[in-house]
């Protein structure tokens, strides 16, 4: 259950507060740099830690917040110290009593060294990958003693029930968002801001986020042929072949419309990461993919498909059915079924192509649940404050 924020005020006065380094490498994407930056932010913002946080990747990670330099080997960001981790980077610098290794990246060997012999106790962490699969309760925060070295390493499992980790959340965030689409004003602000008129009445507006899947095309299909006027807002980069092949536009890119029928697409520069929390608020439904935006669009409490990062193992399916069973628990049979038929066909890379139509039919139940569902998540306790404890108690 939820501490109070004293309780949560994690060192007692005297001692200076434990220091932090995060270790992020961009395999692809932004997810990787997307969760990191996330959590470095809301580590200074909200627990008063320092945090350092490395990355491999300052382009990617400037896309995400535009506030980043990536000419620059060192420099701030909402309090945040950023610092390139190149090859040649010295790595033999002090290492913090906190250590985030995320997503298994690997930490550099004379940083692991430095520690060991620091004569300080650190404690070192791996920020797992988040899976809705049952293992992961019983994973979580196990240790693994280094093979040589004096040293442990524990894993840290994001997640979706209390003995897990749980999923990174911001303080007020959701009161934030319920304020945000329950006033006109404020929603269209946000698509003055984007350069994008007010929504007509009987309009929907859907973002799409997703890896390259040739079920775009049939998406854009059934929309453009629909009755209901459908306005499609899609991040530059994303879905770019779908798009110029079913409007014959060779080089879609930022500001771009384009118009069928009843369908307009419209192709949005990427948006700093709160501003894309926003995107998500202020559309009817949302396609998310990988993992952080996948989170973000369940605290937008609006309905929502997810394009799971595809592993050429087809070892995503099993943690997407995990997602889709814990997800689907208590919804009526004859939308769990439309729901996981749709994000299925959408999973599949366009050899069945998701039906749009008889997923829509399910818009009032499916609205319903999206906020029912947030706020049954919104229960547990965050992933930042979680992760917090459980260091300061090792660090005990
Ligand atoms: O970019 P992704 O596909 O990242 C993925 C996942 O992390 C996946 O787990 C990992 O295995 C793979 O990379 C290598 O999707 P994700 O996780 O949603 O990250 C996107 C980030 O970009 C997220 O923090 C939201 C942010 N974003 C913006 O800030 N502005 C935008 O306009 C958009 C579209 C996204």
Redesign the pocket.
């Known amino acids: 259950m939820k501490k109070t924020h004293l309780e949560q005020k994690t060192s007692t006065s005297d001692d200076p507060a434990p220091t932090w380094d995060i270790f992020s490498a961009?395999?692809?994407?932004?997810?990787?740099?997307?969760?990191c930056?996330?959590l470095a932010r809301q580590l200074v913002a909200e627990h008063d830690l320092k945090v350092r946080l490395w990355t491999d990747d300052l382009i990617s990670f400037q896309?995400?917040?535009p506030e980043i330099d990536p000419l620059l080997p060192r420099q701030v960001s909402r309090g945040v110290e950023i610092r390139q981790w190149a090859e040649n980077t010295n790595m033999s610098v002090e290492p913090a009593d906190v250590v985030i290794e995320a997503?298994a990246c690997e930490l550099p060997a004379v940083y692991v060294s430095t520690m060991a012999k620091s004569g300080r106790r650190h404690v070192w962490v791996n920020l797992e990958?988040?899976s809705a699969e049952a293992w992961v309760d019983s994973h979580h925060g196990l240790p693994s003693p280094h093979p040589g070295l004096p040293l442990i390493k524990y894993f840290f499992f994001p997640g979706f029930s209390p003995s897990t980790g749980g999923l990174l959340v911001e303080k007020n965030r959701l009161e934030q968002r319920a304020i945000f689409q329950a006033d006109f004003q404020l929603c269209s602000a946000f698509w003055r801001e984007l350069g994008i008129p007010a929504p007509e009445k009987k309009e929907v507006r859907i973002?799409l986020?997703c890896?390259d899947n040739n079920s775009a095309i049939s998406l854009f299909t059934d929309w453009a042929k629909g009755t209901t006027p459908v306005v499609c807002l899609i991040?530059e980069g994303?879905a770019t072949t779908q798009i110029a092949t079913f409007f014959e536009a060779p080089h879609p890119k930022k500001g771009n419309l384009f118009k069928k029928g009843s369908l307009i697409v419209r192709v949005?520069?990427?948006?700093?990461?709160?501003?894309?929390?926003k995107?998500l608020w202020a559309c009817n439904f949302n396609f998310?993919?990988?993992?952080?935006?996948?989170?973000?669009a369940q605290w937008a409490a609006r309905p929502m498909v997810w394009q799971?990062?595809p592993q050429e193992t087809g070892a995503h399916w099993p943690k997407l059915r995990a997602f889709l069973e814990r997800y689907g628990a208590d919804l009526p049979h004859t939308t769990a079924v439309a729901l996981t038929t749709f994000f299925e066909a959408w999973n599949n890379g366009g050899a069945r192509d998701p039906d749009w139509e008889s997923l829509w039919t399910h818009r009032d139940t499916l609205e319903k649940h999206a906020q029912k569902w947030a706020n049954r998540l919104i229960k547990n306790e965050d992933l930042t404050t979680n992760l917090v404890n459980f260091c300061n108690n090792k660090l005990k």
């Open positions: 961009v395999i692809d994407n932004y997810g990787d740099i997307g969760v930056w996330r896309k995400i917040n997503f990958y988040l973002s986020f890896y991040p994303v949005l520069p990427f948006l700093e990461q709160d501003k894309y929390d995107l998310v993919r990988g993992e952080d935006s996948f989170i973000r799971i990062y």
